[in-house]
């Protein structure tokens, strides 16, 4: 009875180990797509003020979605490259992301919530304007475990002046 008794108590440790390593497990499952996320808005705050144009294509899907403020939804990886194209022909971005928010949601899906601070330099006059926005970024895991820009849309947080 006592053997039997020390065999069950081994068994339900061993049970309760498993667990705790398998919910350790999706931790820091959850804690290296928390990171690589990270990475993939610190790596567009680094290309977006390089005005690098094929390194911020590296960074979203091939489907994804551009939703720029006052402009029409930018959709697929041509008119992407064509917004952005045209965007650093005309200004100069210096910016600073704040990552307020970052939610895996599982299924290879995440969202990032973002507000930044920082100055456009418009290149025909060489005025500066500050500007402050928040930022909405849907990530989505690709097939090779790299997350990319699915969706990303910002619009200002600054009254216009009228």
């Given amino acids: 009875m006592v053997k039997l008794n020390r065999l069950w108590r081994a068994g339900a440790l061993i049970c309760v180990l498993s667990m705790v390593v398998a919910v350790n497990a999706v931790h820091a499952d959850t804690n290296t797509d928390r990171d690589r996320i990270v990475a993939v808005l610190k790596n567009y705050e680094r290309v977006l003020n390089a005005s690098d144009v094929p390194g911020v294509l590296k960074l979203y899907a091939p489907d994804s979605?551009?939703?720029?403020?006052?402009?029409?939804?930018?959709?697929?990886?041509?008119?992407?490259?064509?917004a952005y194209t045209n965007?650093?022909?005309?200004?100069?971005?210096?910016?600073?992301?704040?990552?307020?928010?970052?939610?895996?949601?599982?299924?290879g899906w995440a969202f990032v919530r973002t507000n930044?601070?920082?100055?456009?330099?418009?290149l025909a006059t060489g005025a500066l304007k500050h500007g402050r926005n928040q930022e909405?970024?849907?990530?989505?895991?690709?097939?090779?475990?790299?997350?990319?820009?699915?969706?990303?849309?910002?619009?200002?947080?600054?009254?216009?002046?009228?």
């Fill in 116 to 122: 930044s601070i920082g100055t456009v330099k418009i």
């Fill in 65 to 82: 979605v551009f939703m720029p403020q006052y402009s029409p939804s930018q959709v697929g990886t041509l008119a992407i490259r064509r």
């Fill in 136 to 162: 909405l970024f849907v990530l989505q895991k690709q097939k090779n475990g790299a997350w990319k820009i699915a969706r990303y849309a910002f619009s200002s947080t600054a009254r216009p002046k009228t």
């Fill in 87 to 107: 965007a650093f022909k005309t200004i100069d971005i210096d910016v600073k992301f704040e990552i307020v928010e970052v939610r895996v949601l599982g299924n």
